[in-house]
Structures are given as C-alpha cells and as structure tokens.
C-alpha cells in the first residue's frame, strides 16, 4: 500500500509532463482536416496519431493505470537532482523524507510533515527503500524500490 500511494503519488505530480510526451498534437494541416481533398495522394500529410499503445479515450488518473518501470525511471531520473540537495548522487534520509512528504502531499493535501503518522510512514518508506542499509538511497534503490510496488 505504501509504494501504491508514492508510485500514485509520483504519477500525480508528472501526470502533466507526461501528458505531453503522449498526447498527439491538437492542431491537424489544412489538408488532412475532413472535407479537404488532395489531388495528388501521395502527397497527404498523414494526420496527427497518437503513439502506438496510447489510449485513444481520455487520459486516466495515475490510480487507475499502473506506473510501468519506465514510467518511474523517468520520473526517478527527472526529480532525483531536485532532491538531492547536496548532489552526492543520494538521498539521505531527510532528502528522501522531502520527496517522499511532496509526493504523498500531491495526493493527501491534509499531510503535515511533522505529523507522527507521516514521519512514521517516512521513516518506514526509507528502511525498505535502502536496500544495502548504507543509511542513503540511490537513485537504482529508489527505481528498483516505486517499480516494486506492482
């Protein structure tokens, strides 16, 4: 439950990136728009189509569709730095607890950081996270640790 709610959570806050890497562009040339003709068809501009597997019916919440380990790769490999505040490549735990307190925030707006429950749940997210108990989480850990939670 716990990796659903920061795989959710992660999902919810690059929902709006990741829209634009998948959705097709709205705006469709003169040519191919319905009614227009083309005397010669070899020269059609192929209409807009979505990426192959893309769903033609409007995006979904990050709750009902599952995070694929590419999905939270990218994700992991976009945010990483912004959370990495001393760029040792990292996380140490009050790194980890910033990132893990902003994504469970993005889905519960009424989580308070200093709340036992939350620290509690923190502190339970970077014990399974850190894998060699080394008392940081790298970015492999971290990938490894949301892509798990499947």
């Known amino acids: 439950m716990l990796k659903s709610i920061i ?3 992660a999902l919810t806050v690059s929902a ?4 634009q890497v ?3 562009s709205a705006a469709v040339p003169a040519d191919t728009q ?3 003709t083309n005397a010669d068809p070899s020269q059609a501009t192929p ?5 192959a597997g893309a769903e033609s019916a409007p995006a979904q919440t990050a709750e009902a569709q599952p995070a694929t380990g590419a999905q ?3 994700v992991v490999g976009t945010e990483f730095p912004t959370y990495d505040k001393n760029g040792d490549g990292s996380l140490s735990a009050t790194e980890f607890s910033a990132w893990m307190v902003a994504l469970k925030t993005a889905s519960d707006p009424s989580t308070k950081a200093t709340a036992p429950a939350t620290k509690t749940w923190v502190a339970t ?3 399974q996270a850190d894998a060699d108990k080394n008392k940081k989480v ?3 850990e971290l990938t490894t640790f949301l892509s798990a939670a499947g």
């Open 34 to 36: 319905q009614g227009a």
């Open 72 to 74: 939270i790769a990218d």
């Open 16 to 19: 709006p990136a990741l829209a």
């Open 125 to 127: 997210a970077f014990a």
């Open 22 to 24: 998948t959705q097709p």
């Open 47 to 51: 209409m807009a189509q979505p990426p």
């Open 7 to 9: 795989i959710a959570s």
């Open 138 to 140: 790298s970015k492999g």
